[in-house]
T-cell receptor, first 112, second 112 residues
């Protein structure tokens, strides 16, 4: 069964450093998303991406964040200058319509 | 108005019991309501979803009941098993947007 994959599974970085989280969505899907989940809290929407551009973003997704689909298979989330409060699980999701979204296993980002 | 309120926060049932998790929303533009199951350290996995044109949907041991006038929906797990022990999230989205709004999650424990 096709699935969304994410790398790395765990990333530790120092405050102020740039990180890139990578995702490989399900191959025939057209819509891509990033969500985050701070430990013990609910999953929060960050950004959606369709047709090579951002469709929608939340207030969390400020100028420190960017997304890119550098080739036909990868979808990346970049955080330019990480803060302590960026520590969370980051989930990539994809869908072939706007309804059913399939989530990857997540990247645990720890900012020290 | 964008919130989805989920209860209870945690739930313990005996094997074979029927745990019920409830969600409520305010935004009448929401027209798609999925439920996700999340095991520790894993991404949310889509369980079952419903649209407001039906009042109930069953898939295996999982049933969603939907009350459009009350703006509430609930997940029932029939014949619950210890392997169902996980955190369950309800979510909502509308056709005009790409994002899910998640509930706060319910941690379910099914005792053997």
């Amino acid at each position: 069964e096709p699935e969304v994959t994410q790398t790395p599974s765990h990333q530790v970085t120092q405050m102020g450093q740039e990180v890139i989280l990578r995702c490989v969505p399900i191959s025939n899907h057209l819509y891509f998303y990033w969500y985050r989940q701070i430990l013990g809290q609910k999953v929060e929407f960050l950004v959606s991406f369709y047709n090579n551009e951002i469709s929608e973003k939340s207030e969390i997704f400020d100028d420190q964040f960017s997304v890119e689909r550098p080739d036909g298979s990868n979808f990346t989330l970049k955080i330019r200058s990480t803060k302590l409060e960026d520590s969370a699980m980051y989930f990539c999701a994809s869908s072939d319509n706007r309804a059913e979204q399939y989530f990857g296993p997540g990247t645990r980002l720890t900012v020290t | 108005q964008q919130q989805v309120k989920q209860s209870p926060q945690s739930l313990i049932v005996q094997k074979g019991g029927i745990p019920i998790i409830n969600c409520a929303y305010e935004n009448t533009a929401f027209d798609y309501f999925p439920w996700y199951q999340q095991f520790p350290g894993k991404g949310p996995a889509l369980l079952i979803a419903i649209r407001p044109d039906v009042s109930e949907k069953k898939e295996g041991r999982f049933t969603i009941s939907f009350n459009k006038s009350a703006k509430q929906f609930s997940l029932h797990i029939m014949d619950s098993q210890p392997g169902d022990s996980a955190t369950y999230f309800c979510a909502a989205s509308s056709s005009g947007t790409y994002k899910y709004i998640f509930g706060t999650g319910t941690r379910l424990k099914v005792l053997a």
